[in-house]
């Protein structure tokens, strides 16, 4: 079956600019994981959706981020005012029942 | 807090070498512990994780990995490196209700002829 998609794959914006990153988990995953990966911080968890809920955003780094689910299926990161140090591969992940989590391919956001 | 420490950056072996990439963990509650790997350009791929039960984990493309209690440990290994296996490892661990992972900083393991 079909894995997570994410799109776009690669995203370049002009500082200050706004960006919407989506995200489609695989089809009946409850849960869905927001993740970012860059050079000077690794591997970090943003934010954390059950159904359309985020009982957990305490990884977003700033109110400049935000993050939404419809329909307990698709998610979109949005970031408002990009900033450079906010160039990242955002990594999206769903899963089941929390024992496993499925990762998307990434979305590349490079802020020049 | 659960934390994940991975001992070395860079880890490079050859071609049918032992490959034994080493991660420690905290945690205050017992783990779920997981190794992910990320080929170039590729998101994270699952290629062990220990819940319960037998500490020896098998996992895909000839990976295992054993939970050991008393030393904090996860460490993995293969026996035999392939020039495939290139790639960044990462440990992580579950933290809280919510089930997110904490990943290590990672391991970049090279293979050379």
């Known amino acids: 079956g079909a894995g997570v998609s994410q799109s776009p794959s690669n995203k370049v914006t002009e500082k200050g600019k706004d960006v919407e990153l989506r995200c489609d988990p695989i089809?009946?995953?409850?849960?869905l994981y927001w993740y970012r990966q860059s050079l000077g911080q690794g591997l970090e968890f943003l934010i954390y959706?059950?159904?359309?809920?985020?009982?957990?955003k305490s990884g977003l780094p700033s109110d400049r981020f935000s993050a939404e689910r419809t329909g307990g299926s698709v998610s979109t990161l949005t970031i408002q005012r990009t900033q450079q140090e906010d160039s990242a591969v955002y990594l999206c992940?769903?899963?089941?029942?929390?024992?496993?989590?499925?990762f998307g391919p990434g979305t590349r956001l490079t802020v020049l | 807090a659960q934390s994940v420490t991975q001992l070395g950056s860079h880890v490079s072996v050859s071609e049918g070498a032992l490959v034994l990439l080493r991660c420690n963990y905290s945690?205050?509650?017992?783990?779920?512990l997981f190794w992910y790997v990320q080929y170039p350009n590729q998101g994270l791929q699952l290629l062990l994780k220990?819940?319960?039960?037998?500490?020896l984990v098998k996992g895909i493309n000839g990976f295992e990995a054993e939970f050991k209690k008393s030393e904090t440990s996860f460490h993995l290994t293969k026996p035999s490196a392939h020039m495939s296996d290139a790639a960044e490892y990462f440990c992580?661990?579950?933290?809280?209700?919510?089930?997110?992972?904490?990943f290590g900083a990672g391991t970049r393991l090279a293979v050379h002829p």
């Open positions: 220990y819940t319960t039960g037998a500490t």
């Open positions: 959706f059950q159904g359309n809920s985020a009982p957990d």
């Open positions: 992940a769903s899963s089941w029942d929390g024992s496993e989590e499925f």
């Open positions: 089809s009946g995953h409850t849960a």
């Open positions: 992580a661990v579950i933290s809280g209700g919510y089930n997110k992972l904490i």
């Open positions: 945690s205050s509650v017992p783990p779920y």
